[in-house]
C-alpha cells in the first residue's frame, strides 16, 4: 500500500513538472519562433531580470519595493473597507428596519465593479493615494455587506427564542448570539474581498501611480520593457498566492468549529 | 395575514428611503448648491446627460449605444469563449488523473494573477482592437470556471459510482449521467463568478487603452473633466452588471436540477 502511494506522489510531481516545462518551452519556442519574439521576453531573460531587479531599483524603488508599497496600499483600503462592510452588513442583517432603509440605497452601489469608481476617484481626490485607497475600499466593501448580511439573517431563530425566553436582553444577545454566528461569514467575506482589493490595487496604479506592482506593469508596456511587465505580473501572482493561503491558515485558527462541520 | 403587512409596511419603508437619498441628493446639489456641481453632479443633470449622450458624440466620439453595443460584444464574446473552454477543462482535470497531474501546477501559477494584469501583455500582442479585451475576458471567465467544475465533480458521491459500476455503467455513461449533473449547482455557480468577472475586467481593459466603450467613455468624460458623464457611465455600468446576474439566475432555475 505504502508503496503505491509513493509511486503516485512521483507519479504527481513528475507529471507536474512536466506540465510545467512543457508551457515554459513553448513560451521559450514561441518567442524564438514566432513574431511574438520581437515584443516579448524569454523566461531567462525574465528570471535574470528578476534576480537584477531585487536589488536594482525600477523607477523610485527595488522590485520588493514595489510590492511592499502596493500590499501597503492593500492593507490601509483593505482594513476600512473590511470595518465599514461589517457594520453596514450587521446593521443590515440584524434589524429589518436597517434592511429596508439601506438595501434600496446599497442594491443600486453593488453592482458597480470597484474599478469603475476610478475615474470618479481621481475627479474627487486627484491622483494620489487617496484615490488608490478609495478604490480599493469600494471593491471590497459590497463582497463584505453582502456576506455579514447572509450571516446576521441565517443565525438560528431557536437560538434567539430560547434566549429571549430566559430573558436575555437585545443587546446581549445580538453580542453573545448573533455576532459569533457572523464570524464564519464574515471569514468568507475577508477571503473574497482581499483577492478583489488585490486586483483593484493592481486597476488603480496602472491607471493613477508612479509606484507599485500595477504601475511595474503598465510602464513596463509604455517604455516597451517587457520583461518589466512579466516580473510585474509574476510578483502580482505570487503574492495574491500568499494572501489567499495566509486567509485560509487564519481561517482554519479561528473558526475551527466551521472547519470541522463541514 | 400579519406578516404580509409587515412585509409591506418595509416595502413603503424601502421606498421612502430611497426617495428621500435622491431627494437631499437633489437638495444639496441643485437646490442648496451646497456641493460643487463639479464634485457632485445633481441626477436630474445625470438623467439630462444620459438623455443628451444617446444622441449626441461629445465629448468622445460615440453615442452611448455604440458604447454599450462595443462593450457588451466584447464582454459576451470574451465570457462564452472562457466557459465554453474552461468548464469541459474542469470536467476534464477532474475526471482524468493524468489530465489533473499535468495541468494543475500550471494552472495553480497562472490563477492567481488578476486579469486586470494580462491587459499590458495583450495590447502589446494584439493591439488596440477587440482581440486584446477579449483575450483578457477570456482568462478571466476561465479561471472560476475551471475551480468550479472541477471541484463539483469532485463532489460526487462515491457511492452513486460504485452502483452505477456494479450494473455495469461505462466510465463515460458515468462521467455524463452522474458526475455531471451532480456537479450542475456548482458549475453555474461558477458561471456566475465568470460573469461577475467579465465585466469588471472589460471595464478595467477599457480604462486603460480602449477606442470605444463604456469604461473608455468614463475615462474620457474624466479627461475632460465631465464628471456627469462619469457617474452617468458608472451607473450604466452597474445596471447592466445587475441585469447580467439576474439573466443569469433565472437561466440557472431553468437548467439546474435540484441544488438550491
Known amino acids: 500500500m505504502g508503496a503505491v502511494i509513493k509511486t503516485k506522489k512521483t507519479q504527481t510531481v513528475l507529471m507536474g513538472t512536466l506540465g510545467i516545462l512543457v508551457f515554459l518551452a513553448v513560451w521559450q519556442i514561441a518567442v524564438l519562433v514566432t513574431r511574438f519574439g520581437t515584443i516579448f521576453p524569454t523566461p531567462f531573460e525574465v528570471l535574470s531580470g528578476m534576480a537584477k531587479a531585487v536589488v536594482e531599483p525600477i523607477g523610485k524603488t527595488t522590485l520588493l519595493g514595489h510590492v511592499g508599497i502596493s500590499l501597503s496600499r492593500v492593507l490601509v483600503g483593505y482594513i476600512l473597507s473590511s470595518i465599514a462592510g461589517a457594520l453596514v452588513g450587521l446593521v443590515m442583517g440584524a434589524s429589518k428596519l436597517g ?98 482589493s488585490w486586483m483593484a490595487v493592481l486597476a488603480a496604479e496602472m491607471i493613477t501611480a508612479t509606484s507599485g506592482c500595477g504601475w511595474l506593469i503598465l510602464s513596463g508596456m509604455q517604455s516597451g520593457n517587457m520583461v518589466n511587465n512579466v516580473m510585474g505580473m509574476i510578483s502580482i501572482g505570487i503574492v495574491g498566492l500568499v494572501l489567499a493561503s495566509f486567509m485560509r491558515i487564519m481561517e482554519r485558527r479561528l473558526c475551527s468549529w466551521k472547519e470541522r462541520g463541514q | 395575514m400579519k406578516e404580509k403587512r409587515e412585509k409591506q409596511k418595509y416595502r413603503i419603508i424601502s421606498v421612502i428611503s430611497l426617495a428621500a437619498f435622491i431627494l437631499i441628493w437633489e437638495l444639496l446639489t441643485d437646490v442648496l448648491h451646497l456641493l460643487p456641481e463639479k464634485k457632485l453632479p445633481s441626477p436630474a443633470t445625470i438623467i439630462e446627460t444620459f438623455l443628451y449622450k444617446l444622441t ?107 452502483v452505477a459500476q456494479t450494473f455495469g455503467a461505462s466510465n463515460g455513461q ?20 465568470s460573469l461577475n468577472a467579465s465585466w469588471v475586467t472589460l471595464v478595467a481593459a477599457e480604462l486603460v487603452a480602449s477606442t470605444k466603450g463604456l469604461g473608455y467613455m468614463i475615462q474620457m468624460g474624466r479627461m475632460v473633466g465631465r464628471i456627469d458623464l462619469v457617474f452617468m457611465g458608472v451607473l450604466v455600468i452597474g445596471g447592466f452588471g445587475a441585469l447580467f446576474s439576474a439573466l443569469l439566475g433565472m437561466a440557472e432555475k431553468k437548467i439546474v436540477k435540484g441544488g438550491r
Open chain 1, 99 to 196: 434592511k429596508a432603509v439601506l438595501n434600496p440605497i446599497f442594491n443600486i452601489i453593488k453592482p458597480i465593479p470597484g474599478i469603475a469608481w476610478i475615474p470618479l476617484a481621481i475627479l474627487w481626490f486627484g491622483t494620489g493615494n487617496t484615490t488608490i485607497y478609495f478604490i480599493i475600499f469600494v471593491g471590497g466593501f459590497a463582497q463584505m455587506v453582502m456576506n455579514t448580511m447572509a450571516g446576521a439573517e441565517n443565525v438560528s431563530q431557536e437560538l434567539i427564542g430560547v434566549a429571549r425566553v430566559l430573558g436575555l436582553k437585545k443587546n446581549r444577545i445580538f453580542l453573545t448570539i448573533v455576532l459569533p454566528s457572523c464570524v464564519p461569514y464574515i471569514f468568507s467575506g475577508l477571503q473574497v474581498s482581499l483577492s478583489t
Open chain 2, 56 to 162: 449626441n458624440t461629445n465629448p468622445d466620439g460615440s453615442v452611448l449605444g455604440i458604447h454599450i453595443l462595443t462593450s457588451l460584444k466584447e464582454s459576451i464574446l470574451g465570457f462564452c469563449i472562457g466557459v465554453g473552454l474552461g468548464v469541459p477543462l474542469g470536467i476534464c482535470m477532474a475526471w482524468f488523473e493524468k489530465f489533473d497531474m499535468f495541468f494543475k501546477p500550471l494552472f495553480d501559477l497562472i490563477k492567481p494573477i488578476p486579469p486586470v494584469g494580462w491587459v499590458p501583455v495583450m495590447l502589446m500582442a494584439f493591439g488596440l482592437g477587440i482581440m486584446s479585451k477579449v483575450t483578457v475576458i477570456v482568462i478571466a471567465a476561465i479561471v472560476p470556471a475551471i475551480i468550479n467544475s472541477y471541484s463539483g465533480i469532485k463532489q460526487m458521491n462515491p457511492v452513486h459510482k460504485w
Open chain 2, 174 to 193: 458515468i462521467l455524463r449521467t452522474i458526475a455531471i449533473p451532480t456537479a450542475g449547482p456548482m458549475i453555474f455557480a461558477g458561471i456566475r463568478v
